[in-house]
């Protein structure tokens, strides 16, 4: 079974940075993309960024465009979300997901870490 385990919320002012780190254990089949994705309370799973593990190809939410960058150790099968010039708006639970195709909907990815929580404060 593919495990995601995510690591690096906490507590950040506004206008601050965090790093977010996943990392991915168990079969390989099907978890070639890997994503960061969000929900805040009573709000719908919401899409960040996206890459893909042997490619490097990434995909980014225009809210994550220009502040987070996603990037990735192959060999480690690790995933980080660099976010910068955060706002109070950031403010969710960060989850983790892995998938064999590089989209947006979270309906493609098969498989999830628990999630961390990021808070930012203004």
């Known amino acids: 079974q593919v495990q995601l385990v995510e690591s690096g919320g906490g507590l950040a002012q506004a206008g601050g940075s965090l790093r977010l780190s996943c990392a991915a254990s168990g079969p390989t089949f099907n978890t070639n993309i890997m994503a960061w994705f969000r929900q805040a309370p009573g709000r719908e799973r919401e899409f960040v960024a996206a890459?893909?593990?042997?490619?490097?190809?990434?995909l980014y939410s225009d809210s994550a465009k220009g502040r987070f960058t996603i990037s990735r150790d192959s060999a480690k099968r690790t995933v980080y979300l660099q976010m910068n010039s955060l706002k109070p708006e950031d403010t969710a639970v960060y989850y983790c997901?892995?998938?064999?195709?590089?989209?947006?909907?979270?309906?493609?990815?098969?498989?999830w870490g628990q999630g961390t929580q990021v808070t930012v404060s203004s």
């Open positions: 890459i893909g593990i042997i490619s490097g190809s990434t």
């Open positions: 997901a892995a998938g064999s195709r590089i989209l947006r909907n979270p309906i493609n990815y098969n498989f």
